[in-house]
């Protein structure tokens, strides 16, 4: 069984990724979750979560991808082994996507010099000013490059969507696999 990993963390937002949890139940892809701490995790939203692992028991050859949920990542920014942690599957090229202010942490690890990316940040974010290459900045809804997707918080279907192509869960060229979720129905 292939093996996904999911950085949780207080304010996390689960809404921005509850449909790529969903959808990957049920596939051949395990989804473990880490914090840099031993407590519980508390989301934006209030949920309580007990991480399944915390960051000193990972081995980054056991998993396909990494996923980083928007939310405040700030307190985060300075954590060099949460940072190692993305480098190392940035130079694994492995699979990582962030969503909304995710990518925050991979402005600090260094790995948006050289990936275009997307977020819901801005250069007037003064937390998250000095850690991104605002050049690399696109102002598009979703951006992939090399093995890095970036969203914004409220274009969580297509990101879901995107990370499930990338892991080929659903074919590449599917148009909206995900639309249960985007269209309600009386059923």
Known sequence: MKKVLMFVYDSFAEFEISILVTCLSGTDYK????????????????LNILPDLHIDHIKIEDYVALIIPGGEP?????????LDL????????KVIAAICGGPALLGAAG????VSYTASITEQDLLYRDYMNWERKKDNL???DQN?????????????????RKLGIVPIDEIKP?????????Y
């Open 31 to 46: 989804l473990e979750t880490f914090s840099t701490s031993d407590t519980p995790v508390t989301s934006g939203g209030k």
């Open 74 to 82: 700030s307190a985060h920014l300075s954590d060099f082994k949460l």
């Open 86 to 93: 993305l480098k190392q599957f940035h130079e694994s090229k």
């Open 111 to 114: 790995i948006l010099h050289d």
């Open 142 to 144: 979703l951006v992939i």
């Open 148 to 164: 890095v997707i970036t969203s914004t918080g409220s274009n969580y279907i297509v990101f879901a969507e995107e990370v499930l």
């Open 178 to 186: 995900l639309t249960y979720f985007r269209v309600p129905s009386s």
